[in-house]
């Protein structure tokens, strides 16, 4: 029985993904480093040391994490300074009828808890959620399971009494190595035939949830 929903942020509730892969690249550029979509694809939701290894393993040892990093922030701050950001379709709709069905439901999310609170109050989204993990809050973020065990933990059910929405590859991994059942609601590319095992299902948009639940 699910008693529980452990999602993702960006790219499931919110539509940042898509800004997080273009100021990478943009960032990058700025300091001459060659990044195109596919390379910011691969460390959407990856843990610090991984991804500065991943990057590292693209454009050289000399690649500057921290200073694409903090030029990326620069850039998509001004951005949504100026235009805002928008919640993903179905949001609202999937986020209420949880609340109204008696599901608790948890944030695992790789953006910082400032940043992750903003966000969510911002689109009046911050009520639905019972629990926040951020990956700042545990030993290994994903795709180690540490975020979803913590999460599951933090809302009282085991992992496999919870089902995980993630739009990535390497959140995908996290939240199946800890257990969970774990729906991939795709975002800016579909599953690939490494994850698709250890999917529970595909949802359609984040409406299509619903449907799964009552599966």
Known sequence: MIKGIISDMDGVILDTEKLYVRFWCE?????????????????????RP?????????????????????????LMDTFIETNG???KSGADELL?????????????????????????????????FDEIVCASMVDKGKPAPD?????????????DECI???????GIKSASSAGCKTVMVPDLDGPSEEVL?????VAEGLSDVIRILNK
């Open 27 to 47: 960032a990058a550029n700025f300091y001459g480093y060659p990044m195109q979509k596919y390379h910011a694809l691969s460390i959407r939701s990856m843990a």
């Open 147 to 159: 975020i979803y065990l913590f999460a599951a933990e933090k809302l009282g059910f085991k992992p």
């Open 164 to 170: 995980a929405l993630e739009d990535s590859q390497n």
């Open 85 to 87: 950001i928008e919640a």
């Open 96 to 128: 209420s009828y949880l609340k109204a069905n008696g599901y608790k439901i948890a944030l695992a999310t790789a953006t910082g808890i400032e940043r992750t609170e903003k966000y969510l109050k911002r689109l009046d989204l911050y009520k639905y």
């Open 50 to 74: 991984l991804a500065i290894q991943r990057l590292k393993g693209y454009f050289g040892e000399d690649f500057d994490y921290y200073a694409v990093h903090s030029k990326r922030i620069e």
């Open 197 to 201: 095992p250890l999917l529970y299902d």
